[in-house]
């Protein structure tokens, strides 16, 4: 199960509302890279993993991407307080105004819902592994645009923080890879589906000991 | 920084130390080297802690001090800045 901690883990302190800013970070809450889908992502995908390492990263991985969700969140309500009418018109802010107001409701930055289409949990750990290599990579891309677009330090400080993460993430994900690859036949990878054939994973596991 | 916000940089900062060396150890279970790191922040995680609740309150529902009122619900929240 999962325990709230009442604390962000990186602190998110933004001094200036700039909703069109908030409109644009939203798409690392509900967008194609975004944070949700990299929680749903691990923390669906672990169940049916066959190596404790493996699901421990999966776990803790997608543990601390529910974390990032919060931050995320954090930075979009800190950047649509106390906006005035013509801020909200001006700033391109209206289109998501006038559905959520300055609630927060996760959509990418053109405003598409989050989908769960975004990720996949294929049931076969080499598969999964190389999206979450991926997935990690565009969701860096996605912070790079970001820093790019922005010029409030503030907000450039937590999202450096969050862009940092996808790149340890990436290499702890790619330990998680070659720790599989090393329980696996070394003359064939794809010989069978540890996940699926669980007898002949048994099997390869007992003629090693 | 006001003072809340000092020590709950302190937990803060054990915090992603210990986060950070468990997604290392669960690749390298064995590694001596981190498990020492982990051991040692682990402490500092709780001094941190025990400093930040007994001043400002919960971090964690485990943390109630026994008291007459459940200050779990008590401003701030994590996301609200309170400076602007």
Redesign the interface.
């Given at each position: 199960m999962w325990m709230y901690s009442k604390k962000l883990q990186y602190p998110v302190k933004i001094k200036n509302p700039n909703p069109a800013m908030a409109k644009i970070i939203m798409t690392q809450l509900g967008g194609p890279d975004g944070e949700t889908g990299a929680a749903m992502r691990y923390l669906h995908q672990r169940y049916s993993c066959p190596y404790g390492e493996v699901t421990g990263i999966l776990t803790d991985v997608g543990t601390e991407e529910l974390g990032h969700m919060e931050m995320i969140s954090a930075i979009v309500y800190q950047l649509t307080r106390r906006l005035c009418m013509d801020e909200i018109k001006q700033s391109g802010f209206d289109s998501y105004f006038v559905d959520h107001t300055t609630g927060i409701y996760p959509v990418s930055a053109a405003g598409i819902p989050f989908t769960m289409d975004y990720l996949a949990s294929k049931g076969d750990i080499i598969t999964d592994l190389h999206e979450d290599l991926a997935a990690e990579q565009k969701a860096r891309t996605t912070y790079d645009n970001i820093l790019r677009l922005s010029d409030d330090p503030d907000v450039k400080d937590a999202i450096r923080f969050l862009r940092e993460r996808e790149i340890v993430h990436y290499q702890r994900f790619g330990e998680a890879l070659r720790i599989t690859q090393d329980n696996l036949d070394c003359k064939n990878f794809y010989a069978f589906n540890p996940e699926f054939d669980i007898r002949q994973a048994r099997a390869l596991e007992k003629s090693r000991k | 920084m006001n003072e809340r916000?000092v020590l709950?940089?302190r937990?803060?900062i054990c915090?992603?130390a210990l986060?950070?060396t468990?997604?290392?150890l669960?690749?390298?279970?064995e590694n001596q080297m981190a498990l020492d790191f982990y051991k040692k922040y682990l402490e500092m995680r709780k001094a941190a802690a025990d400093a930040y609740t007994s001043r400002f309150g919960?971090?964690?529902?485990s943390d109630y001090d026994g008291g007459p009122r459940w200050n779990?619900v008590d401003n701030p929240?994590?996301?609200q800045?309170e400076?602007?």
């Open positions: - | 916000e709950l940089k937990v803060q915090d992603f986060a950070d468990a997604l290392f669960d690749t390298h279970p919960p971090l964690v529902h779990w929240w994590p996301w800045n400076e602007a």
